[in-house]
């Protein structure tokens, strides 16, 4: 008897052991998850502050207390799902009804000058004979008319909307760091809004090859951006051919019976007009993959740009890119390109009399000959998993989200997870953030903002409202940072040092300036909302508090000390009033001159000096050194 009581204690024994093992294998990640912060000797809403700063476009009021209701990790695992409710977002969104257009729309809606005139030529809405020449005035009517008649729009407003629709997305999206990833990985991934054959197909581009893909398989994200009109037109892969053209040749043959017969042959002739353009080849080495030390050689370059041959963009629009190729798929039917080894998927085209079939090795890979459009997935799939590719966008990730000179243990052990885990993003970024290095106190406001990551981040710390969004894009680009037309391939520079200098600092401090006191059209701030309309007593009380409310759970009395001196500008209240004076001029009123009136401006006047301090404190927080800092 004792000893079935012993077998079935065991029993019950083991079998507990068995349920809290299962129970702890069926933990989500978020909870298994333990960020180190305390080891580095932080507080938690210094750590949350922290998290906020790096993986948000700066906090606003209430936000870490957010994430300590919810747990660092679980808001961390929820930010990287990216799939919260952005309701407010998309109800500001609406008014932009193009940025959600597809390329073959936008083409047809919004075409090119250069096409736009084509036309208005071809049916008769304007003399051929007449462009360039006399009265320009008269001319550009002309294509105006004919562009409304039509229902045509401009390009430059396409732009505006996308551009509008990046800052209110920075600004208002409940999912900031799939914002964040967006911003970053079309910065790696780089196309420019400055080459106009491929600006209309641009806001497609980060729509849909860029956004969904941020946290997903790198291989992925790389084959994408590779298929994406934008980046084919770009870095001119969509006119790379390899194949040469076949020409007949008649012949006259004299035959052994003295008659002559004329026969035809095919001769080789000059390769197709563009031959091999090796732009891309080279960039998704240098810049996507591998890195510039990435052991590749110039002969890999030029077998790359082989093996992506045939590799272009599908007709799309009426009378626009494609044209020729739209004959040649009339011509076979689009149910017959298949069996003539075409590969249409969307916007991308693979067209094999444009590829190039001879063999090929690229960093001591063979490919065979005749592979056709599999020869890219299978090039693109080998560089998306090599080991310097793995280093590469490790050490890029790390130095975005933890320091400009990331630690080498820390990109060694991202490294090791992105090739473990067959590149997945979303890994690699718990593992950075998992890391002690993350979490050391010289990590802390190491990054400097870049001029949109300051303007955004200003918007959201004051709770700004704004109305029209142009007009931070016209602030972000006067303090350096032209979103979308960045020329060069490698996108901006991610390092502090490219943002900072004597002429930008002074831009930022005018910015910071502008925005609190309201001086930038369609940016709505009420700065006394932020302090529950407590008004402070002093200059000085001021900068205490409001720098405590913008700049959370920092240290800030050396910060204070240093501004406490820019307050005592013995200008400030000459300054203050003339801006006053100014600003009463601008505020409606009757035409009745009566003492009512005058009373109604005098009050205004006191209100606005008032506010006009208040808002010299903030602006002065604003373009601070310490508010630079992320």
């Not at 790359?304 to 739209?326: C, E, F, N, Q």
């Not at 060069?488 to 831009?507: E, M, S, V």
């Amino acid at each position: 008897m004792k000893t079935s009581i012993k077998i079935s204690l065991s029993f019950v024994f083991v079998l507990l052991l068995v349920l809290l093992f299962s129970s702890f294998q069926k933990k989500p990640a978020a909870e298994k998850l333990i960020f180190p912060y305390k080891q580095a000797g932080l507080s938690e809403r210094q750590a949350a502050e922290h998290l906020l700063s790096r993986f948000t476009y700066g906090p606003k009021p209430g936000d870490i207390d957010h994430v300590l209701d919810m747990g660092l990790e679980k808001w961390f695992m929820q930010q990287l799902d990216g799939n919260l409710d952005d309701k407010v977002l998309n109800e500001k969104l609406a008014q932009f009804e193009d940025i959600n257009l597809t390329n073959t729309e936008v083409e047809n809606k919004y075409p090119r000058a250069a096409r736009v005139l084509r036309m208005a030529i071809k049916e008769g809405a304007i003399d051929k004979d007449s462009v360039n020449k006399g009265n320009q005035a008269a001319y550009r009517k002309q294509i105006k008319d004919y562009m409304e008649q039509k229902g045509l729009k401009p390009q430059r407003e396409l732009y505006r909307q996308f551009i509008n629709q990046k800052i209110l997305r920075a600004a208002y999206t409940n999912n900031q760091l799939r914002e964040l990833l967006t911003d970053f990985w079309f910065n790696h991934f780089n196309v420019s809004l400055t080459k106009n054959q491929c600006a209309s197909f641009i806001p497609a581009y980060e729509r849909d090859v860029i956004r969904p893909n941020v946290t997903d398989k790198f291989s992925n994200l790389l084959l994408a951006t590779a298929k994406s009109p934008a980046m084919l037109i770009y870095l001119d892969n969509f006119i790379s051919s390899g194949q040469p053209t076949a020409k007949m040749r008649k012949d006259s043959i004299l035959m052994k019976d003295g008659t002559i017969v004329k026969k035809f042959r095919k001769v080789q002739t000059k390769k197709k007009q563009g031959g091999l353009n090796e732009n891309y080849a080279r960039e998704v080495m240098e810049l996507h993959t591998l890195g510039v030390d990435g052991g590749y050689t110039q002969a890999d370059v030029t077998q790359a740009a082989r093996v992506l041959t045939g590799w272009t963009i599908a007709p799309m629009g009426d009378d626009s890119y494609g044209g020729a190729i739209k004959k040649l798929i009339d011509n076979i039917e689009e149910a017959n390109l298949e069996k003539r080894g075409f590969v249409h998927q969307g916007d991308f085209l693979f067209v094999p009399t444009r590829h190039d079939n001879a063999e090929k090795i690229v960093l001591g890979k063979r490919f065979a000959p005749n592979g056709g459009y599999e020869e890219g997935t299978v090039l693109l799939n080998m560089l998306a998993h090599h080991p310097s590719t793995a280093k590469f966008i490790s050490k890029k990730i790390a130095t975005r989200f933890v320091s400009d000179q990331p630690a080498a243990k820390l990109a060694d052990r991202m490294a090791k997870t992105f090739i473990k885990s067959d590149g997945d993003i979303k890994q690699v970024m718990i593992v950075m953030v998992s890391s002690p290095e993350f979490w050391q106190a010289d990590a802390l406001r190491e990054k400097t903002k870049s001029p949109f990551e300051l303007a955004i981040s200003a918007v959201r710390s004051l709770e700004a409202q704004i109305v029209q969004p142009y007009q931070l894009f016209s602030w972000v680009n006067k303090m350096g940072q032209k979103m979308y037309y960045y020329q060069a391939p490698t996108g901006f520079p991610d390092k502090g040092q490219y943002w900072i200098n004597t002429g930008a600092l002074l831009n930022r401090m005018n910015f910071g300036l502008a925005l609190a006191s309201q001086r930038i059209p369609g940016i709505k701030v009420d700065l006394g909302a932020l302090n529950n309309h407590h008004e402070p007593e002093s200059a000085d009380e001021a900068l205490t508090i409001y720098s405590k409310i913008i700049m959370p759970e920092r240290n800030l009395d050396a910060t204070i000390k240093r501004l406490k001196p820019m307050l005592k500008d013995p200008d400030l209240n000459k300054k203050v009033e003339m801006a006053a004076n100014k600003n009463i001029m601008t505020i409606p009123d009757t035409n009745e001159d009566t003492l009512a009136n005058i009373k109604k401006s005098r009050i205004a006047k006191d209100i606005y000096i008032k506010n006009s301090e208040l808002a010299q404190v903030v602006g002065v927080i604003l373009g601070s050194p310490e508010f630079q800092r992320k």
